[in-house]
């Protein structure tokens, strides 16, 4: 099985192929190359092909695969039209199966009319990269139907693993876990009671490696991640046990978070203050080697040490703006409680 994996070098495409290489696959990344030099970055086995490009300059990146042929093209790192529009043209009647790394952002679910969302729940992205994504999926199930090659579409949600970061409620890269470890309170959105999942990146992985050239798929969309939901109480507790403490969490509407600073609160406006229950029992019924084996306490710890490792924790130090939210929510008699 020949298998392209365009941005091989990431956060899942680490889960990615450690599971095509237990299945003897024959693996080439591309990638610009700028991650192996990065602190903590994980080595590849020497049999994997390396090749090293922008996919953004279209026609270099289009005419460098025009002399190849891969029984599975994954894309990792697509995010625009005309990204999905170069990869039709690049890898059209030149792969068997197209296997486009989406994400249920695509369902924006800002209104739940169901509680746990499947692949059924309407796209109705409410964010940019959200609404891109949707474009992407479209453009490359109408190369399937036209027959330029066989389409999967897979939608992992947040997903986390060594070499990555943690999420918090808030942040992308939060200064909640240095908080919690120094025994200070963090935040956290509305009641604490929102819906949410994380999956590691190795069981996320899974799914990505066994669609490969698994024909019941073609043509399909998957959503990629564990059964297990939690709220954000859940969360901050289990990440807090993973740092061997216990998590004060104070709650105040996520409105009021945002405005304090929109861009650096980013996540959460676009995401994370919406429910994110979504389930994969359609993967697990299409691709019966998907299981999510990971449980997030222990993946939490991982990550954490990792970041530790590579010496890229981020300190909460010289936050004003993050004490200063903390002081004003007490000064109203908002109180921490325990997660
Ligand atoms: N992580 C999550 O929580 C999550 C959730 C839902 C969906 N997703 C989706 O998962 C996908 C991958 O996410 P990730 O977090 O695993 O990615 P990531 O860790 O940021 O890795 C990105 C990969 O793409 C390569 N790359 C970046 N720009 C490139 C370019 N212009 N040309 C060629 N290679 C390029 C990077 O290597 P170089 O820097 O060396 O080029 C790296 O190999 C994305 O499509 C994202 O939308 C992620």
Known sequence: MRILIIGGTGLISAGIVKHLLLRGADITLFNRGQRSTKPGAASLPGEIRQLVGDRNDFDVFERR?????FDVVIDMIGFTPQQAMSSVRAFRGR??????CSTVCVYGSKIS???IIDEQFPRNPVSEYGRNKKVCEDLLLDADARGDFRTTIIRPSSTYGEGG???????FDP?????ICKGLPVLCAGDG????NSTHRDDVGKLFAHAALNPVTYGEAYNATTERIFTWRDYYREAAAALGTTAQVVLMPASWIIDHDPARFGLLREITQFHGPYTSVKARHDVPHFSCDIDFRTGAQR???????ANTWRSSDNDPLYQAMIDKAQSIGVRPIEA
């Open 303 to 309: 990550t954490l040490n990792a970041i530790r490792a």
């Open 165 to 171: 970061r943690l999420i918090d409620n808030l942040e």
């Open 193 to 196: 009671l929102g819906l949410w």
């Open 175 to 179: 200064v909640a876990w240095d908080r």
């Open 95 to 100: 792969c068997e199966q197209f296997i486009f």
């Open 65 to 69: 695969f025009a002399a190849e042929r």
């Open 113 to 115: 009319s169901h509680a």
